[in-house]
């Protein structure tokens, strides 16, 4: 019997996998690398990511009442200097079309953004922060840009410059090898 850490009792005994189950090889063992998950470099990205997305989140879920991704649909079309289409949106916040849906439609709810169709192209829906939504847009941006210099701050300036510089290069080489499957997902 195996005991697993996960178990609310840890004096519990835990039956052993049935002895008919493929077992690899000891010389098939030896050769598969073992992987450690929290040395993973893409699981501490993403670990990462999620706390410093935590620690923004927190400056605007409860007192504002925007989850991330409206906050993320907010600051997009806050930055934008004119309506734009909820393809743009994604694109520009890297959420997907539900996402965005979904955000746009409960902001829409609360009066922060307004959606019309397009003059140029009526098949278009062009959405934009409400003015009830460039104050609240208003009052974020300060709160998260100072949490963001906050973050930072554990960086020289030299630090951050060379920081930027990596992540840059990273997002390159990771959007390389994403089209690269792609195209051999095709062929």
């Not at 990511?49 to 989850?67: G, H, I, M, P, T």
Request: hydrophobic content about 40%.
């Amino acid at each position: 019997m195996r005991r697993h850490w996960h178990d609310s009792n840890i004096n519990a005994p835990v039956p052993d996998l049935p002895t008919s189950a493929p077992r690899p090889s000891a010389r098939t063992a030896a050769r598969t690398p073992r992987l450690e998950l929290a040395e993973f470099f893409p699981h501490r990205l993403s670990v990462t990511q999620l706390q410093v997305s935590k620690a923004l989140a927190d400056l605007y879920a409860q007192r504002f009442r925007l989850n991330r991704n409206e906050w993320r649909v907010m600051a997009v079309l806050g930055a934008a200097a004119q309506p734009m289409p909820a393809n743009d949106i994604c694109a520009q916040s890297s959420l997907d079309k539900v996402q965005v849906s979904r955000g746009i439609q409960s902001m829409l709810t609360r009066g922060l953004v307004s959606r019309r169709h397009d003059d140029l192209d009526r098949r278009r829906i062009l959405v934009r922060l409400t003015s009830q939504g460039e104050r609240v847009y208003r009052r974020i941006v300060p709160l998260v840009l100072e949490r963001e210099a906050d973050l930072m701050s554990v960086f020289s300036d030299e630090e951050r410059a060379i920081f930027d510089h990596y992540l840059a290069r990273l997002k390159a080489r990771a959007i390389q090898l994403a089209g690269d499957a792609t195209a051999e997902s095709s062929d």
